[in-house]
């Protein structure tokens, strides 16, 4: 679309598709080393891109958050280094990119484009350290959105549905392993509490996720709207129907009605 794009990757060194970016993409596509975790990494980044910016470009346009990392499990079996890692990467990477990245945003009178999910607003067993890192993005989005607004640098949140087999994070394979590993780490007492049985059921209860192709199109729309329009939207929703029909009755309705209907 013309953009000079600085696309970040986790691991450069090891990523097919950082490799497929610059065989198919045009010399506007950079691609960079850029762990959310390391702030040598996210300062290196910001000086590399201020110093290849565009001819006649006052700063940086957009930057578009998408790390993302996920936790499974219910809260007491996540070991703690787990918990730490899903923060770090969801949220205090996000927060500390943004705060390094802003001047080169408000240069360009740019915009902050954070990708959430429907699980900051949807209730989600096995799946909470996710649902509060998104709800932890959207609060410090809104928060974000007023204090720049006099900078005139435009805030918005894409809260997509599910898109996680698309990521590649969640599969058969990888569901099992991260239970095995969990089980490991209970105490005799705690596995004694919950039973190998309801163990196993919590965490299968995920697989229905890992049968389904991920459609990509609305979220990308979206990111792509946010990007470029003149007046982007606040919070973008492209979410299944099913999916918005739960975030209304879980945000609006009394917790017993969203009960008797999600609850199993």
Known sequence: MGFTVFAGFTHLADSEEAAILKEECSGRMKVLQLDVTSEAQMLE???HISENLPDGARGLWAVIHCAAWV????FEWIPFNVLRKAIDINLLGTARLTQIMLPLVRRANGRLVFLSSALARIPSPVRGIQSATQAGIEGLAICLREELRPRGVDVSVVAAGEYVTGTSWLNDKLLMEQASQMWARLSDEQRK???KEYFENAIRSLE???KVTADFTPAIRSLIDATIRTFPLPRYTPVTRAEKIQTLIAQHLPKSVY?????K
């Open 45 to 47: 980044a910001s000086l």
């Open 71 to 74: 936790a499974l499990g219910e």
């Open 193 to 195: 509490v919950y039973g």
């Open 208 to 210: 229905k996720y890992t």
């Open 259 to 263: 009960d008797t209907i999600y609850r």
